[in-house]
């Protein structure tokens, strides 16, 4: 009977994990619904296939911010091919399906990538489940684009190898397909990170043999200890200079500086003696730089065929809110601490705080607040033993000290402000004086001028050695390039434990499991002790409720014992592996399939689709409210960010993912109302327009006058105040408020100015009454409240007196005239002296050019007779009819971008900027039809680029094939530069396998 192949035999253990892990999503009618998956990443690609499904160019959004790219957003991957699932599925079945494929594709590459190595089908099909399945892929379902740069990381590491070792001739053009992909699924930082690792690996294999002659004999272990002492002093002289010495010093660039010098003359100087060398033995030419070059060509054409999506971007990140922020000190949230290496060992060792509070991790010191990106960093216990057999820098051929550099700068840079030495300094007691205290909770930004604790982080170090790096944010996503590093070198593991090479298996997992059966008996042991120590430390939290100690601790005894199973199969595994490794191989792969969906299947979190496809209540009042009382044109709505019932806070739920996902979308959190075509005035998301944001910044002003007694503050209490009038201005007719306050004075629930002149719609005013406890009933179970604003601005007014001013473009210069503009002088925000415009009256407009306004304007008011109505309000085409009785400016409240092309009754006419972002236009007397067109040279430029790449493609390709056949056909002989094998003979030599 025909053996089964293990290459099958491994495929389908992934697709049994697979079944495991997304059986609620496959299998019982549930959506991913945790973080970013369900309020964010769902509704956007809803929204791009609404603008294919209408015959649109998905170029613009017109619901959030007042309109901005679409296509200019990575996020909204407009042009991936994966997107083709979101036109032919349901808006159901689509997030799921797009989901599971791309957990498949992260399988499938790695396993192509290691056997490309020469890893083994057993081991390669290790590497695919440890890959796929572990947590830093496996729970990139919560943010669909870096799980679309992972699932093609692998296949980008082959090209790369293609080309450095093997000398593939279509490696580079692999390696181009692959960046193109990752950049348009919206994971730049993958292609970014991809190719650095191929600069990475080329140097290693240049410098390889002469880094073994130098740094022998003990100079390599002093070398490295004297730039780590470098960097330590380097990093503390910065930080103390930055705020002591008006920071005339600031050394982060030295490292980076002396790295960039120190590897190019390490280059020009090993590659003069490699010449040298080569001419002594008669060789004709040097690979280095036609590797390189090949590299730089991949690179150029991803760049090419991903125009379409780059050039938009580019032009929308130079505007944004990232612009402040080209230093990796702004980018350290979601950094992994140090000591959660446990858990590579032990799964959840500390704990879940979703959908139950049982975590102990807000309990380990410093007590502060702790960004979790991923609730386990497990990959397999197996895995994790077998990949510590195959780490090594000097031993093994070129691409193993290349994954496990990968491994080592992955994990440094994960650790994010925990790796900077700055960090753990300022941990002493007394170095706050100097060098500052910890960083505030919450991501608070510091008022103290001290600079953030991952200055001299290694993250700030890529960011300063490498242009544009600095513009991607959370460490942690490093952890993915890790985890596909240490899934090969498992790979390899395997193979030289089975090969016998590696003695050492059995004493590891002899040595790993008496760690967990000893921690385990302490554990049950001090249980009552430990659980006694944790009561009243853990705090409660907003979303899973109460601390659960005890529940926290089974969670850890239950890691402990998983991994004592998982080690004992393995030890098992290590002495059959040698004497009969077919049968160890399937076992391996079963016991990985078994450990790896017991631990991290339960971290895939979903709740019912029927929350998804009802209507958003919150949505539905606003309807009902429109039908009985209908605005004269478009509107937008506004709802205060991430706060939640303090029902949640209150008491657990094992059902609180479904309870949590219902209470968000009815309230419409994040974009749940732009499927629905509710517009919102203002939310921070991903990438928003500064000059958009810096219109509705709040500021904490004293309460004074009547404001102390409608508040019920004591006098001089703090409270936030939002400029009521630039929410106006921008047409926001709906509030959604919390109704709990918590003192006025928090971004979630700071909604004083929203109050005045409203009125209320939904809930009844009665729900809202006061009960004897204190608090209404709604209020702790709902706690959302929907207001009508009265004093909302039309989409479109007439003015005909502005106020010209020199277009603004520092930060002081914008900061006054946005003041001007939304100072009112209301209730809560007034400055005794100070002058209040009429923007019903008055505009100001942006120009250096004033004589284009003369003639058109003037001090009259506007008419009673004067309109301006929309008549046609889309995406890409804004129609307004203008009626005036004398010259005036015509003032749309949608943002001022590049791109925005208008014409007056069919003549091209300019768009001036008004009121600091808004549209305007010059309209003479009469009835005048208005067109605004979005027609971006940023979009034609780059899909004239991609169009120029796809052709490359097809081109480049044939080119080659024809050369590979006239070069057989004149020589008789396969290519000089034929892939060479990846071990050693010995390695390959064990024919069992």
């Not at 491994?10 to 697709?15: I, P, Q």
């Not at 791009?48 to 909204?76: C, H, I």
């Amino acid at each position: 009977m025909r053996r089964i192949p293990f290459s099958w035999f491994g495929f389908g253990c992934a697709l049994v994990l697979l079944a495991a892990a997304d059986r609620a999503a496959l299998f019982q009618g549930e959506q991913f619904a945790f973080r970013d998956a369900a309020h964010y990443y769902s509704p956007l690609d809803q929204r791009v296939a609404q603008e294919w499904n209408a015959g649109r160019w998905p170029l613009w959004d017109p619901w959030q911010n007042g309109g901005q790219p679409l296509l200019g957003s990575p996020t909204a991957a407009v042009f991936y091919p994966g997107k083709l699932l979101y036109l032919t599925f349901s808006a159901s079945w689509a997030p799921r399906l797009y989901v599971v494929a791309h957990t498949v594709l992260a399988w499938l590459g790695m396993y192509r990538l290691a056997r490309a190595l020469g890893v083994s089908p057993v081991g390669a099909g290790l590497a695919g489940l440890s890959y796929g399945f572990g947590t830093p892929v496996l729970l990139l379902y919560s943010n669909p684009i870096y799980l679309v740069g992972a699932a093609w990381l692998p296949f980008g590491l082959c090209a790369v190898d293609g080309i450095v070792r093997q000398g593939r001739p279509w490696a580079w053009l692999e390696l181009a397909v692959v960046l193109s992909l990752q950049v348009l699924g919206g994971d730049p930082q993958a292609a970014y990170l991809t190719v650095l690792s191929g600069l990475g690996y080329l140097a290693l294999t240049s410098w390889r043999e002469r880094l073994r002659l130098f740094l022998g004999g003990g100079r390599g272990l002093l070398l490295a200890s004297a730039l780590v002492g470098f960097w330590i002093v380097a990093t503390l002289v910065g930080a103390w200079s930055r705020r002591s010495i008006g920071g005339w010093i600031n050394p982060i660039w030295i490292p980076a500086a002396a790295a960039w010098a120190g590897g190019v003359g390490w280059w020009l100087w090993t590659w003069r003696i490699a010449r040298a060398d080569r001419s002594a033995a008669g060789e004709s030419s040097d690979r280095g730089p036609s590797r390189l070059l090949q590299l730089a060509g991949a690179a150029g054409l991803a760049l090419l065929v991903s125009a379409v999506q780059i050039v938009p971007t580019a032009e929308f990140t130079a505007a944004s809110n990232r612009t402040g922020e080209s230093s990796a000190l702004a980018f350290t949230k979601f950094s992994v601490e140090p000591w959660r290496l446990v858990e590579c060992l032990w799964p959840s060792v500390f704990g879940l705080w979703l959908p139950e509070n049982q975590s102990w991790i807000q309990a380990i010191p410093p007590h502060n607040d702790r960004q979790l990106w991923h609730h386990s960093l497990y990959v397999g216990g197996l895995t994790l033993l077998l990949g510590l057999g195959a780490v090594g820098l000097r031993r093994g051929p070129p691409w193993r000290a290349w994954l496990t550099a990968i491994v080592v700068v992955g994990l440094a840079a994960g650790f994010g402000r925990f790796a900077s030495p700055l960090w753990w300094v300022r941990a002493i007691p007394g170095a706050g004086a100097m060098l500052g205290a910890h960083d505030p909770l919450y991501s608070m930004p510091r008022i103290d001028g001290f600079v953030d604790d991952g200055y001299g982080s290694v993250s700030t170090l890529l960011a300063a050695a490498f242009p544009g790096y600095g513009f991607f944010r959370y460490p942690s996503k490093l952890f993915t390039f890790s985890a596909a590093a240490w899934a090969v070198l498992a790979g390899v593991g395997w193979d030289e434990a089975t090969a016998g090479r590696d003695r050492r298996l059995t004493r590891r997992c002899v040595v790993a499991l008496a760690l967990s059966v000893g921690a385990l008996a302490l554990a049950l042991l001090f249980r009552h002790q430990a659980v006694a120590v944790l009561t009243g430390r853990i705090p409660g939290n907003a979303l899973s409720g109460p601390a659960d100690p005890r529940g926290a601790w089974i969670e850890t005894q239950r890691a402990l014992a998983h991994a004592a199973v998982v080690l004992a199969l393995g030890l098992v595994l290590a002495r059959w592996g040698p004497r009969r490794p077919r049968l160890a191989g399937a076992l391996a792969l079963l016991v990985t399939t078994a450990d790896l969906g017991a631990a991290n299947g339960r971290l895939v979190w979903t709740a019912p689709n029927t929350i998804f496809d009802a209507t958003p209540e919150v949505a539905a009042r606003i309807a009902a409210a429109e039908r009985s009382q209908p605005a004269a044109g478009p509107f937008r709505i506004h709802r205060l960010p991430l706060w939640h019932p303090e029902r949640f806070l209150a008491a657990s739920s094992p059902d609180r993912l479904s309870e949590l996902t219902a209470w968000e979308r009815g309230t419409l959190q994040g974009l749940y109302g732009l499927p629905l075509g509710l517009e919102r005035t203002v939310h921070a998301g991903v990438l928003e327009l500064d000059d958009h944001l810096l219109n509705f910044h709040p500021r904490l002003l004293p309460a004074h006058g009547a404001a102390v007694k409608a508040l019920g503050v004591t006098p001089d209490h703090p409270v936030l105040v939002a400029p009521r009038r630039s929410f106006d201005l921008w047409g926001t007719r709906y509030f959604i408020m919390p109704v709990k306050q918590d003192g006025w004075n928090t971004e979630a629930r700071g909604y004083a100015s929203f109050v005045p002149n409203t009125e209320l719609i939904a809930p009844a005013a009665a729900a809202l009454a006061k009960t004897p406890g204190g608090r209404s009933g709604w209020a702790k179970r709902q706690d959302w409240q929907l207001l009508r604003n009265n004093d909302a601005y039309p989409r479109a007014w007439i003015v005909h007196h502005a106020r010209i001013v020199a277009p603004a473009t520092d930060p002081d210069s914008r900061t006054r005239l946005v003041d001007e503009i939304a100072y009112a002088n209301d209730f809560f925000w007034s400055e005794p002296g100070r002058r209040v415009a009429d923007p019903r009256t008055m505009a100001w407009i942006e120009t250096n050019d004033r004589k284009a306004l003369q003639g058109v304007l003037g001090p009259k008011p506007p008419g009673s007779t004067e309109s301006v109505t929309v008549t046609r309000d889309e995406p890409l085409r804004v129609e307004l009819d203008a009626r005036l009785t004398s010259p005036g400016l015509v003032i749309l409240a949608a943002t001022h971008y590049p791109g925005w092309r208008l014409t007056i009754d069919g003549r091209a006419a300019p768009i001036l900027r008004a009121n600091r972002t808004m549209r305007g236009a010059a309209v003479a007397t009469g009835r005048h039809k208005l067109v605004f067109v979005y027609d971006p040279w940023s979009f034609r430029i780059g899909l004239a680029a991609s169009a120029v790449g796809l052709a490359l493609l097809p081109a480049l390709a044939t080119i080659q094939v024809v050369r590979r056949r006239n070069f057989r056909s004149q020589t008789g002989t396969p290519e000089a530069d034929a892939p060479a094998p990846a071990l050693a003979p010995a390695e390959d030599a064990d024919p069992r396998r």
